[in-house]
């Protein structure tokens, strides 16, 4: 298995995870080309968000998002892991588990102090994967505003 950021040659493989992707979430799935203009972003060197891919055989099985941003709380930088998806197919092989750790390495080597993600609360072998990792529950409640 690799494990490696997302490139320009992967975006039909990309588009296909992610419908997967959103399908599993229960969410509209955007347009092609929104999902192209997301990969383009996470290709951008300029901006603060890449996307990592696990590939078996050359097809991409896994993805996880990763946005690092400053904590004026904390006073320190930390990463936002979202979108963790593995195909079901591939499930149960520690995928998601190399996902994360490669997560945790270039989050270390863009100076994060921590990682935060997002957990659905009914998603209890979520939750489950993520505290083996060393993930704790926040005293918080993630709220959004649509725009």
């Keep these: 298995m690799e494990i490696r950021k997302l490139q320009k040659n992967d975006k039909d493989q ?4 992610m419908k997967k992707f959103y399908q599993y979430a229960g969410e509209p799935c955007p347009t092609d080309d929104k999902l192209q203009i ?11 968000f890449v996307f990592l891919g696990a590939f078996l055989a050359n097809e991409l099985v896994g993805i996880i998002s990763i946005t690092f941003a400053e904590s004026s709380y ?12 593995v195909e079901e197919s591939h499930r149960g092989k520690e995928i998601g588990t190399k ?6 390495v270039i989050a270390k080597k863009n100076h994060c ?17 993520y505290k083996k990792l060393g993930f704790v529950d926040m005293k918080c409640k993630l709220m959004s505003c649509e725009l």
């Design 14 to 17: 990309f588009s296909l995870l």
């Design 38 to 48: 997301l990969l383009e972003k996470a290709l951008n060197k300029e901006v603060n």
């Design 74 to 85: 904390k006073v320190s930088r930390f990463a936002w892991c979202d979108d963790l998806y």
């Design 99 to 104: 996902l994360m750790q490669q997560a945790v």
């Design 113 to 129: 102090a921590s990682i935060m993600l997002g957990v659905g609360e009914k998603e209890t072998n979520s939750q489950t994967f």
